[in-house]
């Protein structure tokens, strides 16, 4: 569906600030349009999980040239951030909702000499902006400014990153204690991506620490438990390919790097995020005219389906709330959004058209999901083995040359979540996430 109601030129952020958030039920989107004499940031909200939303609003003044926003959420407080001029000099603001959206605050100056566009992240009362600033040396770095009540005061930048040439487009992501930081930098004379992280609420950082070590671009952080995920594109083969690098025990170390792409159209902006062993990933395709991509891993990104289509346009973004999916991106102009509502417990193909649809690589079916008494498993037009695991990777059941589908009672099974592990005769795994109801 159309959100962009009117809209004019409308865009997204690239994949280091997140347009979408998911907060409960309530959806937060955002976005720079150009449907007045200048442009400005609109936002919606829906607050049945997609389901109905509620008018567009411009929450900045409609004849500026802001672009470029991000947006976090805590409790019924969102924060937006985003890039605007003064005398033809860019700038970063700041603004929050303290209403869940209804209303909005005043805009805060974070920055009256921006680079490139800022970054926003949220946990309980403490903020966490991004700024990307150009020095006195000429190179341009990574800043971070931090409030600890909720926006209403700031205290003092902080420079993050301390190299020669571009130090750019940071990406920052926390949870308790814990701020993560990757970026883009080119300070070997090829471009990389960095990270850092701090244990202290941002007040001590650790070294600068690259990830990559040949030409990588595009970076965020996905934080879930003590796993850090961090996809990024890298050209190292010769077109963009989608990479991404996980680290188990919250940020101190990483697994080396994982290649999930391979199309010679090139692939770049990923977005990822995860729940438990489950990860959606979305990105942006280089293909005539540009498309959107989704990949889904079952069990923790060791393997992935295939990627399914979303739709035409540029960089998209991916929330989940409970089960459901959602995903928005730009095209020609217009915000659009889709929602799966099962994406999240089993049916990762209905991210394109709530349905599932073997053709695209998703033939996987467990319906219903979840369930109470009995759910169904079916892999159309396949033979295939099956096993069933809990939690903490017991085998709880086991099945040989089914034909096409069974149905299995789980009466006898204990509330929680299960992982269905499915290979076909023709030798292709599937894994599906279950939940099972009492």
């Given amino acids: 569906m159309k959100l962009s109601q009117h809209s004019m030129n409308a865009t997204l952020n690239e994949n280091a600030g997140s347009c979408l958030v998911v907060s409960g039920d309530t959806i937060h989107v955002v976005w720079s349009d150009h449907r007045t004499n200048g442009y400005a940031i609109y936002y919606e909200r829906s607050a049945d999980n997609g389901l109905t939303w509620n008018t567009a609003m411009a929450i900045t003044d409609t004849t500026g040239k802001a672009s470029m926003p991000a947006i976090a959420v805590s409790g019924s407080s969102v924060h937006v951030v985003w890039m605007d001029s003064i005398g033809g000099i860019r700038v970063s603001y700041y603004k929050r909702s303290l209403d869940g959206g209804n209303t909005w605050g005043t805009n805060v100056l974070l920055d009256n000499n921006t680079a490139f566009w800022p970054g926003i992240a949220a946990y309980g009362s403490r903020l966490y902006a991004t700024l990307n600033k150009e020095v006195a040396t000429g190179n341009t770095e990574v800043f971070v400014v931090r409030s600890f009540d909720n926006g209403n005061t700031w205290q003092p930048e902080q420079q993050i990153s301390n190299a020669p040439g571009r130090s750019e487009d940071p990406a920052i992501a926390v949870q308790k204690a814990n701020v993560y930081l990757s970026w883009n930098d080119n300070r070997s004379g090829v471009m990389e991506i960095y990270y850092i992280h701090s244990a202290d609420n941002g007040t001590t950082w650790g070294p600068e620490t690259p990830l990559t070590y040949s030409n990588s671009y595009?970076?965020?952080?996905?934080?879930?438990?003590?796993?850090?995920?961090?996809?990024?594109?890298?050209?190292?083969?010769?077109?963009?390919?989608?990479?991404?690098?996980?680290?188990?025990?919250?940020?101190?170390?990483?697994?080396?790097?994982?290649?999930?792409?391979?199309?010679?159209?090139?692939?770049?902006?990923?977005?990822?995020?995860?729940?438990?062993?489950?990860?959606?990933?979305?990105?942006?395709?280089?293909?005539?005219?540009?498309?959107?991509?989704?990949?889904?891993?079952?069990?923790?990104?060791?393997?992935?389906?295939?990627?399914?289509?979303?739709?035409?346009?540029?960089?998209?973004?991916?929330?989940?709330?409970?089960?459901?999916?959602?995903?928005?991106?730009?095209?020609?102009?217009?915000?659009?959004?889709?929602?799966?509502?099962?994406?999240?417990?089993?049916?990762?193909?209905?991210?394109?058209?709530?349905?599932?649809?073997?053709?695209?690589?998703?033939?996987?079916?467990?319906?219903?999901?979840?369930?109470?008494?009995?759910?169904?498993?079916?892999?159309?037009?396949?033979?295939?083995?099956?096993?069933?695991?809990?939690?903490?990777?017991?085998?709880?059941?086991?099945?040989?040359?089914?034909?096409?589908?069974?149905?299995?009672?789980?009466?006898?099974?204990?509330?929680?979540?299960?992982?269905i592990r499915a290979i076909s005769d023709k030798g292709t795994v599937y894994s599906r996430k279950m939940i099972i109801l009492k």
């Fill in 218 to 419: 595009s970076s965020m952080v996905c934080l879930n438990g003590t796993n850090v995920d961090i996809p990024y594109g890298n050209s190292g083969a010769g077109n963009f390919d989608i990479f991404f690098r996980e680290s188990t025990d919250g940020g101190m170390t990483f697994d080396s790097s994982k290649q999930l792409t391979y199309d010679l159209l090139g692939e770049a902006y990923p977005y990822l995020v995860r729940d438990s062993l489950e990860m959606h990933m979305v990105y942006m395709q280089f293909s005539t005219p540009l498309g959107g991509y989704y990949l889904h891993s079952a069990d923790g990104g060791n393997t992935w389906d295939s990627a399914l289509f979303i739709g035409n346009g540029n960089q998209p973004f991916i929330a989940y709330s409970g089960c459901v999916l959602h995903v928005i991106w730009p095209d020609s102009g217009a915000i659009y959004y889709k929602r799966n509502p099962t994406g999240n417990c089993g049916n990762p193909a209905g991210v394109a058209n709530n349905i599932n649809n073997g053709s695209q690589g998703f033939s996987l079916i467990v319906y219903p999901n979840p369930a109470v008494s009995s759910f169904t498993v079916s892999l159309k037009n396949q033979t295939f083995d099956m096993e069933i695991t809990d939690e903490t990777g017991l085998n709880i059941y086991n099945a040989t040359n089914i034909a096409e589908k069974t149905e299995i009672n789980c009466e006898n099974l204990a509330k929680g979540i299960y992982f």
